[in-house]
């Protein structure tokens, strides 16, 4: 029997080679056609926190500062504090050389003192010497009006016992009214001292001296320069015996309990900007430290600011420890939008195909187009609100040239 198979075999042996050489191109055919699998990377959906930022840069600022000047051009007399030192409200801080402020002080009340004098006269109707004098007038007046009717009455009576004329009744009459005339005029002047343009010049002059006055009184006091409330002296540019120009700064003075971050944001972020977002500080000199704070005010204007159209928004922060201080430039983060617990892709993984967004979901090795529904975005990584579940493997990109197509075979390379 086995000889039979042997010759049956060898008899057809050509049929059974063909069978064999037709079977192995076909499955080499088979080989070389399928496309080899492509290597992508590859990350898992999972739930987590986004958050949707502006990130710009800012500057620190007192929020209750006081600056000292110079009033008048001066030296330096005494400086009593240094710079970074906490400060008491009330307490003495810097004397200013006060000598010719204080002259100027006392000619100044020299003068308000003649204008109230002069005022003080206006209102009695003149000085001592020149009331006594005109009282002494009306007095004599009174005594010479009084003897011209005591003359007229006793002419009057003789005339009708036919011992007086008439020309002497004439006489003592226009006697009479001299007499009274002369007092009416003193009587007046009494009343009526000075003229309305004498009291405007007088209450004018008081005046003038007043406001001198005061203005000397403010000098002595900004040249003794006290601290407004409690704070830190953070800058203090003189030195004892420098002589100063009027308007030259002194020291500065904050609490710094509490600062102001003012944060210049990109002309096309700031429509994302809404009071109350969250702000996060950070300063270089201080890399471990934030700040937080949230937006106060939405930029009402745009403004250069170097080479950039920017809009300001400000925030205060809490500065207990005092370790920001004013006039730093600062990072500023602000959180226009913070979502918990959602499903999150890295931003690469989302695509788009006529403005619809879409992931590559790898499913046995091989890619499936899914349409997703996206809510907020940040640098990174995309909140996916539909079409992909958690833990989907979706494909960010290959590690070769290949582009990625729906239906694509590939390998996932960690």
């Given at each position: 029997m086995a000889d039979g198979n042997t010759s049956f075999v060898m008899r057809h042996r050509w049929i059974v080679t063909t069978v064999a050489i037709v079977a192995a191109v076909i499955l080499l055919a088979s080989f070389m056609s399928r496309e080899p699998a492509v290597p992508v990377r590859a990350v898992t959906a999972q739930l987590g926190t986004i958050r949707s930022i502006v990130s710009t840069n800012g500057k620190v600022e007192p929020l209750q500062n006081f600056e000292a000047h110079a009033p008048v051009a001066t030296t330096v007399k005494k400086i009593l504090i240094r710079e970074g030192d906490h400060v008491k409200k009330g307490q003495l801080l810097v004397e200013l050389n006060d000598a010719e402020a204080r002259s100027q002080a006392a000619r100044a009340q020299a003068q308000v003192l003649s204008a109230d004098a002069g005022s003080s006269d206006v209102q009695r109707g003149g000085n001592r010497e020149e009331i006594l004098t005109l009282e002494s007038q009306?007095?004599?007046?009174?005594?010479?009006?009084?003897?011209?009717?005591?003359?007229?009455?006793?002419?009057?009576?003789?005339?009708?016992?036919?011992?007086?004329?008439?020309?002497?009744?004439?006489?003592?009459?226009?006697?009479?009214?001299?007499?009274?005339?002369?007092?009416?005029?003193?009587?007046?002047?009494?009343?009526?001292?000075?003229?309305?343009?004498?009291?405007?010049?007088?209450?004018?002059?008081?005046?003038?001296?007043?406001?001198?006055?005061?203005?000397?009184?403010?000098?002595?006091?900004?040249?003794?320069?006290?601290?407004?409330?409690?704070?830190?002296?953070?800058?203090?540019?003189?030195?004892?015996?420098?002589?100063?120009?009027?308007?030259?700064?002194?020291?500065?003075?904050?609490?710094?309990?509490?600062?102001?971050?003012?944060?210049?944001?990109?002309?096309?972020?700031?429509?994302?900007?809404?009071?109350?977002?969250?702000?996060?500080?950070?300063?270089?000199?201080?890399?471990?430290?934030?700040?937080?704070?949230?937006?106060s005010v939405?930029?009402?204007?745009?403004?250069?600011?170097?080479?950039?159209?920017?809009?300001?928004?400000?925030?205060?922060?809490?500065?207990?420890?005092?370790?920001?201080?004013?006039?730093?430039?600062?990072?500023?983060?602000?959180?226009?939008?913070?979502?918990?617990?959602?499903?999150?892709?890295?931003?690469e993984a989302v695509r788009q195909d006529d403005s619809k967004p879409y992931v590559y979901e790898i499913v046995n090795n091989e890619l499936q187009r899914r349409y997703v529904q996206t809510s907020i975005s940040n640098l990174t990584k995309v909140e996916v609100t539909g079409g992909l579940s958690e833990n989907a493997l979706v494909a960010l990109g290959p590690t070769n040239s290949k582009p990625l197509r729906n239906g694509l075979a590939v390998k996932v390379v960690r």
């Amino acid at each position: 029997m086995a000889d039979g198979n042997t010759s049956f075999v060898m008899r057809h042996r050509w049929i059974v080679t063909t069978v064999a050489i037709v079977a192995a191109v076909i499955l080499l055919a088979s080989f070389m056609s399928r496309e080899p699998a492509v290597p992508v990377r590859a990350v898992t959906a999972q739930l987590g926190t986004i958050r949707s930022i502006v990130s710009t840069n800012g500057k620190v600022e007192p929020l209750q500062n006081f600056e000292a000047h110079a009033p008048v051009a001066t030296t330096v007399k005494k400086i009593l504090i240094r710079e970074g030192d906490h400060v008491k409200k009330g307490q003495l801080l810097v004397e200013l050389n006060d000598a010719e402020a204080r002259s100027q002080a006392a000619r100044a009340q020299a003068q308000v003192l003649s204008a109230d004098a002069g005022s003080s006269d206006v209102q009695r109707g003149g000085n001592r010497e020149e009331i006594l004098t005109l009282e002494s007038q009306i007095t004599k007046a009174r005594t010479d009006s009084d003897t011209a009717q005591r003359n007229l009455d006793a002419l009057r009576r003789l005339r009708q016992e036919g011992a007086a004329s008439p020309g002497e009744i004439k006489n003592a009459e226009d006697q009479v009214k001299r007499a009274n005339a002369d007092l009416d005029l003193l009587l007046e002047k009494q009343k009526k001292r000075y003229s309305q343009q004498e009291v405007a010049r007088v209450d004018a002059q008081k005046t003038e001296a007043e406001a001198a006055y005061t203005a000397a009184e403010d000098v002595l006091k900004q040249l003794n320069i006290r601290a407004p409330f409690d704070g830190i002296v953070y800058s203090l540019p003189v030195q004892a015996g420098a002589y100063l120009n009027p308007g030259d700064m002194v020291l500065q003075e904050a609490d710094l309990s509490k600062v102001r971050v003012r944060a210049f944001v990109d002309e096309p972020d700031v429509g994302r900007l809404a009071v109350g977002d969250k702000i996060e500080v950070t300063w270089d000199a201080l890399p471990e430290r934030t700040w937080e704070g949230t937006v106060s005010v939405v930029p009402a204007v745009i403004k250069l600011h170097g080479a950039r159209n920017v809009g300001e928004t400000t925030c205060v922060v809490d500065n207990k420890d005092f370790k920001l201080v004013p006039n730093v430039n600062v990072g500023v983060t602000i959180v226009t939008a913070e979502h918990r617990d959602v499903l999150t892709v890295p931003r690469e993984a989302v695509r788009q195909d006529d403005s619809k967004p879409y992931v590559y979901e790898i499913v046995n090795n091989e890619l499936q187009r899914r349409y997703v529904q996206t809510s907020i975005s940040n640098l990174t990584k995309v909140e996916v609100t539909g079409g992909l579940s958690e833990n989907a493997l979706v494909a960010l990109g290959p590690t070769n040239s290949k582009p990625l197509r729906n239906g694509l075979a590939v390998k996932v390379v960690r």
